[in-house]
């Protein structure tokens, strides 16, 4: 693929103008990659229907051609034509969590290309819940294929300077409207005779799912090692949002004891001379800090880097820290990363299966 300047357009106040708008709607119509916000991570846009423009979306990522793309619109009225059932169930998870951060996987029409579908006889859709984002699909009036904008393997991008870090020169425009709220991606769910299939957890819990069916999460979901053989969904398989160094992941049901296996580990490794990138909660790393003040010499310290990811019982504020986390330990060049597990319920289910694939299902069991 040829270079490409990529062009930033900054929304103000998440709205972009007129002409803005026309801009991003031009490069769509003509086959163009964009990248824009939704509340979850930024996606990178190309019209679904068009089997060219998509193919660049799997270049641009280096994503393997079976794992298919969310296709993203702006009002249910614009997907009838995508799928050939969309049967009462499903209708109803629509009803309740859309615009947000819920995928539906549905049977497709012929209308969506095979290449969108990464060749599977279904597709999933959602409606983004970002002010930015819905004016751009409801704008075009397109269906919109979008992944993820980051490199495939690195963590998602929860800003436009994360995006121009993995795709700068290879897509048209990145549409900045500061930071993703949610900061992990979209539930992805499939609804089945006997009620609601999770095949990725996201942004909408499963407490919150079992308000309206009985939800089975699947297996690959929670995988505590490399998924192998035919799965329900080809992202499961991959490795994915890790950072370049090797990271170990400590798991446990008691966090005092999962906080004090962080600790050692990462004494442990800067004793040997590594440089390490310590992800944790407030409350471990403020252990951290001060035992390294009180007891170590300057030394062991200056190899630790901390990155905070926020209180132990807020999950919603570790889930939107966790790809910033990852990504500043890859701008920080740190030889080995030692990450803090978190209770598998609400957002934390999301956060587990993410830091399980990052640390490529290296996980210490704390007790
Ligand atoms: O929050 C999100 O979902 C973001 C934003 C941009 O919308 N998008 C996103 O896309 O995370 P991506 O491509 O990075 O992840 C899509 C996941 C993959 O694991 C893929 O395998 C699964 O959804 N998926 C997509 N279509 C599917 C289908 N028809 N059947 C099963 N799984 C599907
Ligand atoms: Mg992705």
Redesign the pocket.
């Known amino acids: 693929m040829g270079a490409t300047d990529t062009q930033v357009l900054k929304a103000n106040d998440g709205k972009l103008s007129r002409h803005q708008l026309e801009a991003v709607v031009q490069i769509w119509k003509k086959g163009g990659l964009v990248a824009?916000p939704?509340?979850?991570?930024?996606?990178?846009?190309a019209n679904a229907l068009d089997p060219k423009a998509v193919a660049r979306i799997f270049a641009a990522k280096g994503?393997p051609s079976d794992?298919?793309?969310?296709?993203?619109v702006g009002d249910v009225s614009c997907m009838g034509y995508l799928v050939r059932e969309f049967p009462g169930p499903a209708r109803e998870l629509a009803q309740r969590f859309w615009p947000g951060?819920l995928?539906i996987?549905?049977p497709?029409s012929a209308e969506v290309p095979a290449i969108t579908?990464?060749g599977?006889d279904?597709?999933?859709i959602?409606i983004?819940d970002h002010p930015t984002?819905l004016q751009l699909l409801k704008s075009c009036g397109l269906p919109i294929a979008?992944?993820?904008?980051?490199t495939s393997g690195r963590p998602?991008p929860v800003t436009a300077q994360d995006v121009l870090e993995d795709l700068k020169g290879k897509i048209e425009c990145v549409v900045d409207a500061g930071p993703t709220g949610?900061g992990?991606?979209?539930?992805?769910v499939?609804v089945e005779a006997d009620g609601i299939r999770v095949?990725?957890p996201?942004?909408v819990t499963v407490e919150e799912l079992r308000e309206v069916a009985p939800v089975q999460v699947d297996p690959g979901a929670l995988a505590r090692e490399p998924v192998t053989g035919p799965v329900?969904?080809?992202?499961?398989k991959?490795r994915?949002y890790a950072p370049q160094a090797p990271a170990v992941l400590v798991e446990g049901r008691s966090p005092e004891n999962v906080a004090r296996r962080v600790i050692e580990l990462a004494v442990s490794f800067a004793s040997q001379g590594a440089c390490t990138g310590v992800m944790a909660s407030e409350e471990t790393a403020a252990q951290l800090q001060g035992l390294l003040q009180g007891e170590f010499d300057e030394t062991l310290g200056r190899r630790i880097q901390i990155q905070t990811t926020g209180s132990r019982g807020n999950l919603a504020q570790i889930a939107a820290n966790v790809y910033r986390c990852l990504r500043e330990f890859d701008r920080l060049q740190v030889d080995t990363v030692v990450i803090e597990g978190v209770p598998l319920e609400g957002m934390g289910l999301a956060v587990a299966n993410r830091l399980r694939k990052a640390a490529g299902y290296n996980v210490a069991e704390a007790d």
């Open positions: 824009f939704t509340e979850t991570v930024y996606g990178l846009g994503r794992n298919p793309l969310i296709v993203h951060p995928t996987v549905l497709t579908r990464g599977l279904t597709v999933g959602r983004p984002a979008a992944p993820s904008a980051n998602s949610i992990l991606e979209s539930t992805v499939a095949l990725r996201g942004g329900r969904s080809p992202g499961m991959y994915h």
